[in-house]
Every structure is written in structure tokens, then in C-alpha cells.
């Protein structure tokens, strides 16, 4: 092996270009890959429909790095539906059957003794939307053919039937967390018809939640109420992030709305629909993993309940290759594209069927070591380093077998509190982390208790994941501990943190070479 198969400490990064042919039309166009040789891929999705940004958005929701229950959730859920939507070779049903069955056992660690799941292993009580999200998925991998853990799905049913006969306008669940729980009742097969007409009756309720609501009533056999329900309602939500609560979006919303619309069999609104989502997860916004798993569910059931009419039929080359036809009866194509060791090259598609074929290149690479960039959007951080003697040092020059101390303060910039918080510390391969779990609070005039200081902490290899929240102004420092185990020439990550539920609040510090004697490898 040559140097450069070490472990790239960067974040992969992705470019996408969308089009639409025409039938009977070609398009040609010139893509820059992202990465370094050797470290591109290259994917082309077609479809019949509005773009489902198939390929990207499940490649990043696969790729996220945290593990709570909803990111554990959102990861495997689109996936459900992959064999249906696309033609799959028999490494990647593979792959996706184990990743199914991976979240499926996941799950059973976050159960809690009451049916619900929590949003942590072991965080105390469970969480509401959460639970009903994950139960959510549970049934549907059921209905799929997935074998669930003894009693898992009985013990949850419990549970929401429990916490959907209890609750009244005035509980901290909110309507629309209780027309979610009534619609995965319903779809279970246990439709509480009273909760459902209680929740129906009350005021103030959002069209997202009346729409669920519909849903259920068709699920639970009820159509003449579920027609009426819905008859006069509209699909116009507020723009909004939630970062607690049901961790929900105006993108996320309108998914809802059209995975209810699909149910319903509502076409004309749902065709409408289909195409804003589609547009605004295909656009270059960050979006949450809860977001991004809705917008794709919610394109595939749309995708699987269109009428079939006609079979997608296209021809593509990449740089001077042989044209590949591709012809398929199922609503998406994914082709994978062998870029090679080249940094750029030029695609060309031809329609010459009879209707609009909808494209979206996705590349995605690797990039050059030392190429991000410093951010700061509604929080600061800052990086420090001391040696055993407390004193503050530069990591390059730190001797072998020195024992480090790195302090990260995160500070709120905003005047509200910002929830869900990630703070991402990677570590030089060079660098032996110490599990310690060692918590440091500075800048508070109020003492904080260490055992409130963090939510979760995952500790892996060469990775420390903290999961927090801050008030307003907040600041709060963080402190590990590692030991320069091994000399040569290594790259020090960046250190980041951002808001998992609004990926627009976020702040980076840059990395560096921890060794510059040496010539660069890359």
C-alpha cells in the first residue's frame, strides 16, 4: 500500500447537476468532480417523475455519522422502498437488506420499558414523535417482510394507544404529534376511532395534522369521513425548523401532507405538491435527516402510486465512453458512472422516448487535506491545546508520547436557545484518545453539574461525537484528552459543531499538518 491509502480525516463532498430532457431530445454537459483522483464517484438518477434526489440524499443519510433514534430511523426508511423504485444488482439488495435489518436491531436498544423509545439509549423517558416515527418504520419493514423482535411492535402498539386515549388539547404532546400517533394506530390495525374523533372536534388544529388525520380515518376503513375531513383543506405551511419537539420543517410538513395525499388518492394536489418538494430538497439548503427521509418517502409513495405509462428509456455516456442504454418500467433509474482517475469529465443523456426524462448527476469525492474553511453561523468556537503541565501548545509540535489536553468552547450567538446539538471532535491517526468523558464549564457565572453538562457522548476510535443544547448566549467548553501515540507526518480534522436539526447553525475550525518537514502527500 502507498501512503496516500491512509484514512482521509475530511468530509466527502458533493456536487449535483439536475436537467430535464425532452423527448426526443439530448443534453450534454461538463462536470468538475469534486474530489482528488481516485476518490470520485459518479451517479446518474433519471426518473419519470419529479426527481426524488434519490441517490445524494440516501447516500448522506446513510453516510451521517450520528446515531440517535430518529437519524437511526431516517437512515434505514427510505430504504424500504428501494426495490420498488429502482432496478438493484444483488450487492446492493444485499447491502440494503442488512442496513434495514441493522436499524431493526438497532431499535431495540433505544425501547424503553413503557413500549415508546427513546431518544437516546438510556435517556430517561421515551420521546413522542420519536417513538412514533420509529414505531412508523417498524410497521412498515413488517408489511415488507421484516422479521421484528418478539413483542416489539406489541409493546409500542400499547404504548401509543395509551398516550392517544389520554390526550387532550392541553397535554405537551401537540395535534399534530397526536394525529401521527392516531395515523400509525391506524395503519397497525388498531384504529382508536375515539381518539380520532375527539382530536377531529378540536380547534386550532394545523392542515398538516387534519391532513394526517384523513389519512387515518381512510386507513381505519372510515372513507366518507376522511372525504369530508379533507374536502376544503389546503397544503400552505408555515416556513419553520424545529430542533426539538417533532424535530420538523416547512419541507418536512409538506412531505407529510403529500405522503397523506397519496394514501387518499388525492392526484391533482398531490401532483403539485410533489413537485415543490421535490424542488426544495433537490436545492443546495441543508437539510435534517428527519427533513430529508420524509421529502424521500414521501416522493417514493408518490412515485409508487402514479400510473405506470411509459417505461423509462434513455442513452448515456460519461468522457469518451460507449453509450449505455437503459431501459426500465419502474418510476427511477441509478446508474453508477466509473470516473476513473480523472478530476472532470463530460455526460451526455438522449431521450428518445416519448415522454420527459428528469436527470440529477450526483458526484461525490474526497477533497484536498487543508481545503475547508473556517464558518461561524450563530455560534463561535474555539480550539486549545495544553500539555501536561497545563501549559497551551501548538499540536505540531507536540513530541511523541505527550499527553494532551484539547479544551473546545462552544458559545450561542443567538438571543434564542438552540437544541440537538453535535459537536464532532476527529482525531489524527497519530493520536490515542482517553475515554475519560472529562467535562470542563467556563464563562457561567451559575455552576453546571457535570452529569447536565452534555446529553449523550459517543466515543469511537479515532472520534469523540457530544450531543448538547445551549441557552442563548450561552458558552460552554469541552475538554478530552488524548496521547501523540505515533510519529510521521498525519493531518489534525477539523473541529466542528452544528444544530442537527437546522445544519444552517453551525461553526467549523480548520485543520492542519501535524508534521511540516515532510513533503505534502496529497
Not at 421484516?146 to 398516550?163: C, H, K, S, V
Not at 419541507?251 to 394536489?269: E, N, P
Not at 428527519?290 to 409513495?301: I, K, P, S
Request: charge should be neutral.
Amino acid at each position: 500500500a502507498t501512503e496516500i491509502d491512509v484514512r482521509m480525516p475530511v468530509t466527502r463532498q458533493t456536487t449535483v447537476v439536475s436537467a430535464t430532457v425532452a423527448a426526443g431530445k439530448s443534453w450534454k454537459q461538463s462536470v468538475q468532480l469534486p474530489g482528488i483522483a481516485g476518490t470520485n464517484t459518479v451517479q446518474l438518477e433519471a426518473s419519470r417523475v419529479p426527481p426524488l434526489d434519490l441517490g445524494r440524499s440516501l447516500a448522506w443519510l446513510i453516510r451521517y455519522p450520528h446515531g440517535c433514534v430518529e437519524q437511526t430511523t431516517s437512515a434505514a426508511f427510505p430504504q424500504l422502498y428501494l426495490d420498488r423504485l429502482v432496478k438493484l444488482d444483488a450487492k446492493k439488495a444485499a447491502a440494503t437488506q442488512r442496513n434495514i435489518e441493522t436499524a431493526i436491531n438497532r431499535l431495540k436498544r433505544f425501547q424503553s420499558s413503557d413500549g415508546g423509545f427513546q431518544f437516546w439509549p438510556g435517556w430517561g423517558g421515551s420521546d413522542d414523535w420519536s417513538s412514533t416515527y420509529a414505531g412508523h418504520f417498524l410497521l412498515e419493514a413488517k408489511a415488507r417482510g421484516f422479521e421484528l423482535p418478539a413483542e416489539m411492535i406489541g409493546r409500542w402498539t400499547d404504548f401509543q394507544r395509551a398516550n392517544a386515549e389520554s390526550w387532550t388539547k392541553d397535554s405537551a404532546s401537540d395535534g399534530l404529534s397526536q394525529s401521527y400517533r392516531l395515523y400509525t394506530l391506524a395503519l397497525a390495525g388498531s384504529p382508536s376511532l375515539g381518539a380520532m374523533n375527539r382530536l377531529r372536534e378540536t380547534s386550532g388544529l394545523e392542515a398538516t395534522a387534519k391532513w394526517l388525520l384523513a389519512a387515518a380515518y381512510k386507513l381505519a376503513g372510515q372513507k366518507e369521513e376522511a372525504a369530508r375531513l379533507s374536502r376544503d383543506l389546503g397544503v400552505t405551511v408555515s416556513v419553520y425548523r424545529a430542533l426539538r419537539g417533532t424535530y420538523g420543517s416547512d419541507l418536512r410538513d409538506k412531505a407529510v401532507i403529500l405522503t397523506a395525499l397519496s394514501d387518499l388518492g388525492v392526484t391533482t394536489k398531490a401532483d403539485k405538491l410533489a413537485v415543490e418538494v421535490s424542488n426544495q430538497l433537490s436545492s443546495t439548503e441543508p437539510y435534517s435527516t428527519q427533513t430529508t427521509a420524509w421529502a424521500l418517502l414521501a416522493l417514493a409513495r408518490y412515485a409508487l402510486s402514479t400510473p405506470g405509462g411509459t417505461a423509462l428509456s434513455f442513452t448515456y455516456a460519461w468522457a469518451s465512453g460507449k453509450p449505455v442504454a437503459v431501459q426500465s418500467d419502474l418510476p427511477v433509474a441509478l446508474e453508477e458512472v466509473q470516473p476513473g482517475s480523472t478530476t472532470q469529465g463530460t455526460m451526455t443523456v438522449t431521450n428518445p422516448g416519448r415522454a420527459t426524462v428528469y436527470l440529477r448527476l450526483v458526484a461525490s469525492g474526497l477533497p484536498q487535506l487543508g481545503s475547508e474553511t473556517a464558518s461561524s453561523s450563530g455560534l463561535a468556537m474555539e480550539v486549545s491545546y495544553r500539555d501536561a503541565k497545563d501549559r497551551q501548545v501548538d499540536p505540531v509540535d507536540v513530541p511523541l508520547a505527550s499527553d494532551l489536553t484539547v479544551s473546545v468552547a462552544v458559545t450561542n450567538l443567538k438571543k434564542t436557545a438552540v437544541d440537538g446539538l453535535a459537536l464532532s471532535l476527529l482525531l489524527p491517526g497519530s493520536w490515542e484518545p482517553m475515554n475519560t468523558r472529562v467535562f470542563a464549564e467556563e464563562g457561567e457565572e451559575e455552576e453546571t453539574e457535570a452529569v447536565g453538562a452534555w446529553d449523550y457522548q459517543d466515543f469511537r476510535d479515532d472520534r469523540i461525537y457530544t450531543y448538547f443544547d445551549l441557552r442563548a448566549g450561552e458558552k460552554r467548553v469541552f475538554t478530552f484528552r488524548a496521547t501523540v501515540t505515533y510519529d510521521g507526518r498525519f493531518y489534525l480534522p477539523p473541529v466542528s459543531v452544528e444544530a442537527m436539526y437546522d445544519p444552517t447553525i453551525n461553526a467549523r475550525v480548520t485543520g492542519k499538518w501535524l508534521d511540516k518537514t515532510r513533503k505534502k502527500l496529497f
